[in-house]
Every structure is written in structure tokens, then in C-alpha cells.
């Protein structure tokens, strides 16, 4: 049977304080090269900012989550890159895929900005600290401009799961359930 969103958003209030850590681990899962392809954290902050929109969870504890989760994942991606991507076979193949040429071109031209437009990239956002720590970027110089991409990403995607369960629950209550599906749809 398909669950609705009616029906999950619940279950992970029921959680309490680990539907916190659990969009938290999330972020840093997306913000870890090897997995960021794989979970979708940005959906499921957006999913938190829905339940900060029902109430059910707190906007600025959720961000503070989200932001330290980032953060951790991508001081992780970074670590591997500057320690162990020189052992790990399969190194040219990475080197050459086409989101790794893409991360690495954002940070050869923006620099440590990249850090910060790199985590609104989806399954990017891994890759680019790789591509710094690669490039050879300061690790004190990449910890500042990781906390600070950190910050407008999580406040970005809760304020963005908020506003649209809020223009949702506006659409539902004024032309109810069907026509809110066929806008969902369009």
C-alpha cells in the first residue's frame, strides 16, 4: 500500500528529538560524496520544514541540525579527499566523471564560494569540498566557507519546506484535495 504524506510526516513526529537527528543525518549523508548521490537529504529537510510548518518541530532547532549535519559531511568528503583519495583505486575514474568535472570546475572559478553554490547542487555537493581538498584549498580557509554555506542551505530548504506546506494547506482548504493534487501534478 502507498503511504501519503499525511501518513509519514506523522511517524516522524512520533520520533521526537530523533526526527531532528534523522534530517540531520541526512544533510550529512547528502553532503557526503559516496552517499550524496544516493539520499536525497535536501528532500528530506524539505520534508522537516513541512513538520515546522505543522508544528510539530522547532524552525531553528531543526536548522541548527541540518547545518551541523552539512557540516560534518562535508568535512568528511573533504578529509578523504585530502588523505586517502591518493590510495583509493579508481581514482581517474572519479576524476573524470562528469559531476566531479562540474564540481571541480565551480571551485577552480569561484573558489571558496563554491563551497556555498555547490551545496544547492544536488549530488554536487559532495564532490565539491573532494574537488577543494584535490585542489589543494587551506583546511582552515575551507572550514570557514563550509560553516558558512552550511547556514543559508539549511535556512533555505527548512524556510522552503515551510512555505510550501503553507501554500499547500491554502490551496487544500480553497479548492480541496483534488485540485491540489492536479497543481501538485502540473
Known sequence: ??????????????????????????????????????????????????????????????????????VLGSEVSFWVGRVALDRVPGKDKLSRSKAFVRAQNLFLRRGGLALVLGRFLGPVAGLVPLAAAMAGMDRRKFAIWNILGSFPYALAHVGFGFVVANVLGSLGNTFGRQAVLVAVCL
Open 1 to 70: 500500500m502507498f503511504l501519503t504524506v499525511d501518513q509519514i510526516l506523522p511517524s516522524l513526529q512520533s520520533l521526537g528529538i530523533f526526527g531532528y537527528w534523522l534530517i540531520g543525518l541526512a544533510a550529512a549523508l547528502e553532503a557526503f560524496f559516496l552517499t550524496g548521490v544516493i539520499v536525497p537529504g535536501t528532500l528530506i529537510v524539505d520534508a522537516g520544514g513541512i513538520l515546522v510548518q505543522r508544528g510539530l518541530l522547532d524552525f531553528f532547532d531543526l536548522v541548527w541540525f541540518v547545518a551541523i549535519g552539512s
